[in-house]
Protein backbone atom coordinates (compact mmCIF):
# COMPACT_ATOMS: atom_id res chain seq x y z
CA UNK A 1 0.00 0.00 0.00
CA UNK A 2 2.94 2.49 0.69
CA UNK A 3 3.93 1.94 -2.82
CA UNK A 4 0.55 3.16 -4.31
CA UNK A 5 0.59 5.81 -1.89
CA UNK A 6 3.94 7.01 -3.15
CA UNK A 7 3.17 6.77 -6.82
CA UNK A 8 -0.29 8.55 -6.10
CA UNK A 9 1.81 11.83 -4.32
CA UNK A 10 4.57 11.40 -6.91
CA UNK A 11 2.31 12.36 -9.58
CA UNK A 12 0.52 14.92 -7.88
CA UNK A 13 4.01 16.35 -7.46
CA UNK A 14 5.17 16.01 -11.13
CA UNK A 15 1.53 18.00 -12.00
CA UNK A 16 2.11 20.61 -9.98
CA UNK A 17 5.93 20.98 -11.45
CA UNK A 18 7.67 20.85 -7.66
CA UNK A 19 7.46 24.33 -7.30
CA UNK A 20 8.64 23.83 -4.16
CA UNK A 21 12.31 23.66 -3.50
CA UNK A 22 13.14 23.88 -0.49
CA UNK A 23 12.05 21.20 2.06
CA UNK A 24 9.48 22.35 5.32
CA UNK A 25 8.28 21.11 8.20
CA UNK A 26 4.90 21.07 8.84
CA UNK A 27 2.57 20.22 11.81
CA UNK A 28 -0.26 18.33 11.54
CA UNK A 29 -2.99 17.55 14.02
CA UNK A 30 -5.28 14.51 13.77
CA UNK A 31 -7.37 11.42 15.36
CA UNK A 32 -5.21 9.16 13.90
CA UNK A 33 -3.99 8.63 17.54
CA UNK A 34 -2.26 5.58 18.83
CA UNK A 35 -4.61 3.51 18.93
CA UNK A 36 -6.51 4.60 15.84
CA UNK A 37 -7.26 1.54 13.54
CA UNK A 38 -6.02 3.49 10.47
CA UNK A 39 -2.96 4.69 12.24
CA UNK A 40 -0.59 2.74 10.09
CA UNK A 41 -2.93 3.69 7.23
CA UNK A 42 -2.05 7.45 8.17
CA UNK A 43 1.74 6.59 8.62
CA UNK A 44 2.22 5.21 5.29
CA UNK A 45 0.60 8.24 3.82
CA UNK A 46 3.02 10.82 6.13
CA UNK A 47 6.16 8.70 4.55
CA UNK A 48 5.02 8.80 1.12
CA UNK A 49 4.13 12.48 1.17
CA UNK A 50 7.61 13.27 3.02
CA UNK A 51 9.18 11.22 0.52
CA UNK A 52 7.61 12.61 -2.68
CA UNK A 53 8.08 16.33 -1.63
CA UNK A 54 11.21 16.72 0.70
CA UNK A 55 9.06 18.40 3.84
CA UNK A 56 8.52 16.93 7.17
CA UNK A 57 5.86 16.12 9.06
CA UNK A 58 5.27 17.06 12.97
CA UNK A 59 2.76 14.40 13.82
CA UNK A 60 1.31 15.31 16.81
CA UNK A 61 -2.01 13.31 16.96
CA UNK A 62 -4.03 11.71 19.26
CA UNK A 63 -7.01 9.61 20.05
CA UNK A 64 -9.86 11.83 19.48
CA UNK A 65 -11.91 12.88 22.79
CA UNK A 66 -13.65 16.37 24.75
CA UNK A 67 -9.54 16.38 26.06
CA UNK A 68 -8.35 16.49 22.62
CA UNK A 69 -10.75 18.71 21.07
CA UNK A 70 -10.30 21.44 24.08
CA UNK A 71 -6.55 21.07 23.42
CA UNK A 72 -7.08 22.00 20.23
CA UNK A 73 -9.30 25.17 20.77
CA UNK A 74 -6.65 26.22 23.62
CA UNK A 75 -3.99 26.00 20.71
CA UNK A 76 -5.67 28.05 18.50
CA UNK A 77 -6.52 30.48 21.02
CA UNK A 78 -2.78 30.73 22.27
CA UNK A 79 -1.40 30.89 18.48
CA UNK A 80 0.17 27.27 19.21
CA UNK A 81 -2.17 26.17 16.13
CA UNK A 82 -0.97 23.12 13.77
CA UNK A 83 -0.38 23.73 9.64
CA UNK A 84 -2.71 21.26 9.25
CA UNK A 85 -5.56 20.16 11.08
CA UNK A 86 -7.73 16.89 10.87
CA UNK A 87 -10.85 17.86 12.98
CA UNK A 88 -14.47 17.74 13.37
CA UNK A 89 -17.37 19.82 10.84
CA UNK A 90 -20.57 21.69 12.69
CA UNK A 91 -20.53 22.53 16.74
CA UNK A 92 -17.30 21.41 17.26
CA UNK A 93 -15.39 23.89 14.50
CA UNK A 94 -17.69 26.69 14.86
CA UNK A 95 -15.19 28.45 17.35
CA UNK A 96 -12.73 28.41 14.49
CA UNK A 97 -14.84 29.60 11.76
CA UNK A 98 -16.42 32.34 13.73
CA UNK A 99 -12.63 33.32 14.62
CA UNK A 100 -11.43 33.09 11.24
CA UNK A 101 -8.58 31.00 12.06
CA UNK A 102 -9.50 28.53 8.95
CA UNK A 103 -9.28 28.94 5.76
CA UNK A 104 -12.40 28.21 3.09
CA UNK A 105 -12.14 26.28 0.58
CA UNK A 106 -13.01 28.78 -2.16
CA UNK A 107 -10.47 31.31 -0.87
CA UNK A 108 -7.75 28.15 -1.44
CA UNK A 109 -9.43 27.63 -5.14
CA UNK A 110 -8.50 31.15 -5.78
CA UNK A 111 -4.78 30.23 -5.62
CA UNK A 112 -4.62 26.19 -6.11
CA UNK A 113 -7.72 25.97 -8.51
CA UNK A 114 -7.58 21.87 -8.16
CA UNK A 115 -7.48 21.78 -4.73
CA UNK A 116 -10.14 18.81 -3.78
CA UNK A 117 -11.49 18.74 -7.61
CA UNK A 118 -11.61 15.04 -6.69
CA UNK A 119 -15.05 15.81 -3.95
CA UNK A 120 -18.46 16.19 -4.71
CA UNK A 121 -18.50 20.02 -3.37
CA UNK A 122 -22.18 19.20 -2.00
CA UNK A 123 -20.58 16.92 0.49
CA UNK A 124 -18.04 19.30 1.67
CA UNK A 125 -18.02 20.30 5.44
CA UNK A 126 -19.96 23.59 4.95
CA UNK A 127 -20.15 25.27 8.21
CA UNK A 128 -23.32 26.51 9.83
CA UNK A 129 -21.92 29.28 10.75
CA UNK A 130 -21.33 31.21 7.32
CA UNK A 131 -22.44 28.71 4.78
CA UNK A 132 -18.93 28.22 3.27
CA UNK A 133 -17.07 24.78 3.14
CA UNK A 134 -13.95 25.05 5.53
CA UNK A 135 -13.16 21.37 5.56
CA UNK A 136 -12.14 18.54 2.91
CA UNK A 137 -13.48 15.31 4.18
CA UNK A 138 -11.20 11.81 3.50
CA UNK A 139 -13.87 9.43 4.40
CA UNK A 140 -17.40 9.50 6.12
CA UNK A 141 -18.55 6.76 8.64
CA UNK A 142 -20.90 4.48 9.98
CA UNK A 143 -21.27 2.76 13.49
CA UNK A 144 -21.87 -1.17 13.67
CA UNK A 145 -21.99 -3.81 15.74
CA UNK A 146 -18.69 -5.66 15.98
CA UNK A 147 -19.53 -9.70 16.98
CA UNK A 148 -16.83 -11.85 18.38
CA UNK A 149 -17.56 -15.21 16.79
CA UNK A 150 -15.73 -17.72 18.85
CA UNK A 151 -17.42 -15.91 21.74
CA UNK A 152 -20.86 -16.39 20.57
CA UNK A 153 -20.21 -20.15 18.91
CA UNK A 154 -18.84 -21.17 22.87
CA UNK A 155 -22.80 -19.35 24.08
CA UNK A 156 -24.71 -21.04 21.95
CA UNK A 157 -26.01 -17.57 20.03
CA UNK A 158 -26.42 -16.96 16.39
CA UNK A 159 -24.80 -14.30 14.58
CA UNK A 160 -26.89 -11.32 14.18
CA UNK A 161 -28.71 -10.33 11.26
CA UNK A 162 -30.68 -7.61 9.54
CA UNK A 163 -33.98 -8.63 12.08
CA UNK A 164 -32.25 -8.16 15.05
CA UNK A 165 -34.13 -6.41 17.88
CA UNK A 166 -33.19 -5.11 20.99
CA UNK A 167 -35.58 -7.80 22.76
CA UNK A 168 -33.18 -10.74 21.02
CA UNK A 169 -30.33 -9.02 21.95
CA UNK A 170 -30.87 -8.33 25.78
CA UNK A 171 -31.89 -12.52 25.80
CA UNK A 172 -28.60 -13.03 24.06
CA UNK A 173 -26.43 -11.13 26.48
CA UNK A 174 -28.19 -12.98 29.63
CA UNK A 175 -26.75 -16.32 27.76
CA UNK A 176 -23.42 -14.88 26.82
CA UNK A 177 -23.57 -13.32 30.53
CA UNK A 178 -24.25 -16.87 32.01
CA UNK A 179 -21.51 -18.84 29.68
CA UNK A 180 -18.90 -16.85 31.42
CA UNK A 181 -18.25 -14.25 28.99
CA UNK A 182 -18.62 -10.03 29.04
CA UNK A 183 -21.66 -9.43 26.71
CA UNK A 184 -20.44 -5.55 25.58
CA UNK A 185 -17.27 -4.28 25.11
CA UNK A 186 -17.66 -0.96 26.23
CA UNK A 187 -15.68 1.95 28.36
CA UNK A 188 -18.47 3.77 30.14
CA UNK A 189 -15.31 6.12 31.49
CA UNK A 190 -14.09 7.04 27.82
CA UNK A 191 -16.28 6.04 25.15
CA UNK A 192 -20.06 5.36 25.98
CA UNK A 193 -21.17 7.61 23.30
CA UNK A 194 -22.00 5.09 20.72
CA UNK A 195 -24.13 3.27 23.02
CA UNK A 196 -25.86 6.35 23.45
CA UNK A 197 -26.28 7.12 20.09
CA UNK A 198 -28.09 3.54 19.62
CA UNK A 199 -30.05 3.52 22.63
CA UNK A 200 -31.39 6.75 21.87
CA UNK A 201 -31.84 5.89 18.03
CA UNK A 202 -34.09 2.84 19.04
CA UNK A 203 -37.23 5.31 20.77
CA UNK A 204 -37.09 7.45 18.11
CA UNK A 205 -36.40 7.12 13.90
CA UNK A 206 -34.74 8.26 11.18
CA UNK A 207 -36.55 11.01 10.76
CA UNK A 208 -36.63 12.72 14.05
CA UNK A 209 -32.99 11.39 15.53
CA UNK A 210 -31.48 14.85 15.30
CA UNK A 211 -33.97 16.49 17.22
CA UNK A 212 -32.24 17.88 20.32
CA UNK A 213 -34.83 18.51 23.98
CA UNK A 214 -35.10 21.45 25.38
CA UNK A 215 -35.63 19.73 28.36
CA UNK A 216 -35.94 15.94 29.66
CA UNK A 217 -39.96 16.32 29.66
CA UNK A 218 -40.69 17.02 26.08
CA UNK A 219 -40.36 14.28 23.45
CA UNK A 220 -36.71 14.73 22.48
CA UNK A 221 -36.06 15.11 25.76
CA UNK A 222 -38.01 11.71 26.58
CA UNK A 223 -36.46 9.73 24.18
CA UNK A 224 -32.68 10.85 25.73
CA UNK A 225 -33.88 9.60 28.82
CA UNK A 226 -35.45 6.05 27.54
CA UNK A 227 -31.64 5.65 26.26
CA UNK A 228 -29.59 6.64 29.07
CA UNK A 229 -31.83 4.22 30.98
CA UNK A 230 -31.40 1.53 28.53
CA UNK A 231 -27.72 1.93 29.39
CA UNK A 232 -28.57 1.93 32.91
CA UNK A 233 -30.40 -1.68 32.37
CA UNK A 234 -27.09 -2.93 30.42
CA UNK A 235 -24.84 -1.98 33.20
CA UNK A 236 -27.41 -3.42 36.25
CA UNK A 237 -27.80 -6.91 34.51
CA UNK A 238 -23.86 -7.22 34.72
CA UNK A 239 -23.61 -7.19 31.07
CA UNK A 240 -20.55 -4.57 30.54
CA UNK A 241 -16.89 -5.46 32.05
CA UNK A 242 -16.73 -5.08 35.91
CA UNK A 243 -14.12 -2.56 35.44
CA UNK A 244 -16.52 -0.09 32.63
CA UNK A 245 -16.34 2.59 34.85
CA UNK A 246 -12.51 3.21 35.12
CA UNK A 247 -11.46 1.15 31.72
CA UNK A 248 -9.66 2.75 28.73
CA UNK A 249 -11.27 1.95 25.29
CA UNK A 250 -8.03 0.24 24.68
CA UNK A 251 -8.69 -2.17 27.65
CA UNK A 252 -12.21 -3.03 27.11
CA UNK A 253 -11.89 -3.86 23.07
CA UNK A 254 -9.24 -5.83 24.37
CA UNK A 255 -11.41 -8.26 25.27
CA UNK A 256 -12.67 -8.49 21.89
CA UNK A 257 -9.12 -9.81 20.74
CA UNK A 258 -8.37 -12.01 23.62
CA UNK A 259 -11.87 -13.71 23.23
CA UNK A 260 -13.79 -12.71 26.06
CA UNK A 261 -16.34 -10.87 24.58
CA UNK A 262 -19.28 -10.81 22.34
CA UNK A 263 -20.18 -7.35 20.88
CA UNK A 264 -18.55 -4.01 20.93
CA UNK A 265 -20.77 -0.55 19.12
CA UNK A 266 -17.60 1.69 16.84
CA UNK A 267 -17.42 3.15 13.56
CA UNK A 268 -15.86 2.11 10.29
CA UNK A 269 -12.86 2.99 11.24
CA UNK A 270 -12.40 -0.07 13.76
CA UNK A 271 -11.97 -2.39 11.26
CA UNK A 272 -8.31 -1.43 10.83
CA UNK A 273 -7.77 -2.03 14.74
CA UNK A 274 -9.34 -5.45 13.99
CA UNK A 275 -7.26 -6.67 10.94
CA UNK A 276 -3.95 -5.48 12.96
CA UNK A 277 -4.62 -6.78 16.68
CA UNK A 278 -6.61 -9.85 16.07
CA UNK A 279 -5.16 -13.43 15.48
CA UNK A 280 -7.86 -14.25 12.97
CA UNK A 281 -10.14 -11.81 11.33
CA UNK A 282 -12.59 -14.70 10.40
CA UNK A 283 -13.41 -14.81 13.57
CA UNK A 284 -14.88 -11.46 13.96
CA UNK A 285 -18.03 -9.57 11.65
CA UNK A 286 -19.58 -6.16 11.93
CA UNK A 287 -23.43 -6.35 11.56
CA UNK A 288 -26.48 -4.08 12.93
CA UNK A 289 -26.78 -2.48 15.51
CA UNK A 290 -30.10 -4.28 17.39
CA UNK A 291 -33.30 -1.96 16.65
CA UNK A 292 -36.74 -1.07 19.05
CA UNK A 293 -39.61 0.83 18.36
CA UNK A 294 -40.04 2.71 14.89
CA UNK A 295 -36.22 2.30 14.48
CA UNK A 296 -35.23 -1.02 11.97
CA UNK A 297 -31.91 -2.37 12.82
CA UNK A 298 -31.15 -1.59 9.20
CA UNK A 299 -30.91 2.11 10.29
CA UNK A 300 -27.60 3.12 10.89
CA UNK A 301 -26.00 5.87 12.23
CA UNK A 302 -23.35 7.72 9.66
CA UNK A 303 -22.57 10.58 7.55
CA UNK A 304 -19.51 12.71 7.15
CA UNK A 305 -18.60 13.82 10.55
CA UNK A 306 -14.86 14.97 9.93
CA UNK A 307 -12.40 16.47 7.64
CA UNK A 308 -9.40 18.28 7.04
CA UNK A 309 -8.74 21.92 7.27
CA UNK A 310 -5.71 24.41 6.55
CA UNK A 311 -5.26 27.19 8.85
CA UNK A 312 -5.40 30.91 8.15
CA UNK A 313 -1.87 31.09 10.36
CA UNK A 314 -0.17 28.77 7.54
CA UNK A 315 -2.16 29.70 4.72
CA UNK A 316 -0.67 33.17 5.59
CA UNK A 317 2.93 32.03 5.93
CA UNK A 318 4.41 31.48 2.54
CA UNK A 319 6.43 28.98 2.92
CA UNK A 320 3.73 26.74 4.70
CA UNK A 321 1.03 27.17 2.29
CA UNK A 322 2.21 24.93 -0.69
CA UNK A 323 3.46 22.43 1.77
CA UNK A 324 -0.34 22.44 3.21
CA UNK A 325 -2.06 22.27 0.29
CA UNK A 326 -0.41 19.15 -1.00
CA UNK A 327 -0.38 17.10 2.78
CA UNK A 328 -3.97 17.77 1.72
CA UNK A 329 -3.81 16.80 -1.47
CA UNK A 330 -2.13 13.72 -0.47
CA UNK A 331 -4.47 12.96 2.30
CA UNK A 332 -8.24 13.57 -0.06
CA UNK A 333 -6.86 11.63 -2.83
CA UNK A 334 -8.58 8.91 -4.22
CA UNK A 335 -6.33 6.62 -3.44
CA UNK A 336 -5.80 6.98 0.07
CA UNK A 337 -9.21 7.98 0.96
CA UNK A 338 -10.48 4.22 -0.51
CA UNK A 339 -7.47 2.93 1.77
CA UNK A 340 -8.54 4.46 5.31
CA UNK A 341 -12.15 3.57 4.63
CA UNK A 342 -13.60 1.55 1.61
CA UNK A 343 -16.70 0.94 3.11
CA UNK A 344 -17.60 3.99 4.64
CA UNK A 345 -19.76 6.92 3.27
CA UNK A 346 -17.58 9.15 1.09
CA UNK A 347 -17.56 12.75 -0.87
CA UNK A 348 -15.57 11.25 -3.39
CA UNK A 349 -16.87 12.02 -7.38
CA UNK A 350 -15.76 8.38 -8.61
CA UNK A 351 -16.57 7.10 -5.05
CA UNK A 352 -14.12 4.33 -3.08
CA UNK A 353 -12.50 1.28 -4.27
CA UNK A 354 -13.03 -1.36 -2.34
CA UNK A 355 -10.09 -3.59 -1.92
CA UNK A 356 -9.53 -6.83 -4.16
CA UNK A 357 -8.34 -8.69 -1.40
CA UNK A 358 -10.90 -7.67 0.91
CA UNK A 359 -11.31 -9.57 4.40
CA UNK A 360 -14.30 -10.99 5.76
CA UNK A 361 -14.86 -8.08 8.14
CA UNK A 362 -14.51 -5.70 5.21
CA UNK A 363 -16.91 -7.84 3.22
CA UNK A 364 -19.24 -7.80 6.10
CA UNK A 365 -19.38 -4.17 6.00
CA UNK A 366 -19.81 -3.98 2.62
CA UNK A 367 -22.50 -5.75 3.04
CA UNK A 368 -23.83 -3.98 6.32
CA UNK A 369 -23.76 -0.89 4.41
CA UNK A 370 -25.40 -1.79 1.28
CA UNK A 371 -28.11 -3.21 3.20
CA UNK A 372 -29.42 -0.33 5.02
CA UNK A 373 -32.66 1.01 4.80
CA UNK A 374 -32.13 4.66 6.38
CA UNK A 375 -29.01 6.61 7.68
CA UNK A 376 -29.06 9.55 10.25
CA UNK A 377 -26.21 11.74 11.67
CA UNK A 378 -24.75 11.72 15.53
CA UNK A 379 -26.73 13.65 17.06
CA UNK A 380 -24.13 14.28 19.74
CA UNK A 381 -22.54 15.86 16.97
CA UNK A 382 -25.16 18.71 17.43
CA UNK A 383 -23.83 19.63 21.07
CA UNK A 384 -21.64 21.83 22.16
CA UNK A 385 -18.48 19.97 23.39
CA UNK A 386 -19.34 21.48 27.01
CA UNK A 387 -22.99 19.85 26.84
CA UNK A 388 -21.63 16.62 25.39
CA UNK A 389 -18.85 16.76 27.62
CA UNK A 390 -21.26 17.33 30.76
CA UNK A 391 -23.56 14.62 29.38
CA UNK A 392 -21.40 11.55 29.01
CA UNK A 393 -19.27 12.13 32.01
CA UNK A 394 -22.79 11.83 33.85
CA UNK A 395 -23.21 8.05 32.39
CA UNK A 396 -21.25 6.73 34.83
CA UNK A 397 -23.10 8.30 37.99
CA UNK A 398 -26.76 7.70 35.99
CA UNK A 399 -25.54 4.18 35.85
CA UNK A 400 -24.86 3.48 39.36
CA UNK A 401 -27.36 5.96 40.64
CA UNK A 402 -25.80 9.08 41.76
CA UNK A 403 -28.13 10.89 38.82
CA UNK A 404 -30.83 10.30 37.26
CA UNK A 405 -31.06 10.56 33.09
CA UNK A 406 -33.38 13.22 33.40
CA UNK A 407 -31.26 15.28 35.56
CA UNK A 408 -28.37 14.01 32.75
CA UNK A 409 -30.22 15.78 30.49
CA UNK A 410 -31.47 19.11 31.74
CA UNK A 411 -27.87 19.54 33.07
CA UNK A 412 -26.35 19.18 29.61
CA UNK A 413 -28.89 20.79 27.94
CA UNK A 414 -28.70 23.93 29.75
CA UNK A 415 -24.74 24.25 29.31
CA UNK A 416 -25.72 23.49 25.02
Known amino acids: MKKSLLLTFVLLMVLTAFSSVFAEEITVVTSYGGDDG ?26 SNEEWKAKIMT ?6 EPDVLFFFNGVDSNPLVEAGKVVSVDEIRETYPDYAANM ?39 VPGADYTWEQF ?6 IKDAGYTPIAVSLQEVPHYWFEFTVYNHGSVANHLALPAS ?23 FLPANTLTATDAETFQLMAD ?24 DYTVTYVPGNGDRAA ?20 AEKQKAAVDFVGL ?34 ALEMTKGSTGIAPAVQDSLSSEARADLFANIKNIVTGKITAAEAVDAAIALN
Open 38 to 63: NRSNYEAAVAAYEEATGNKVNDESAT
Open 75 to 80: DFETGA
Open 120 to 158: KDSMLGASPVDGKNSSIPVNGYWEGLFVNKNVLEAAGVE
Open 170 to 175: LSDCQK
Open 216 to 238: SADEAGQKWVAGLEDIKTLYESG
Open 259 to 282: DKAAFAIDGSWKIGWFQSNVADIN
Open 298 to 317: TDIIGGLSMGYYIPRKAWDD
Open 331 to 364: MTSDDVVSTFGATAVTALKNGTTPPTDADALVTA
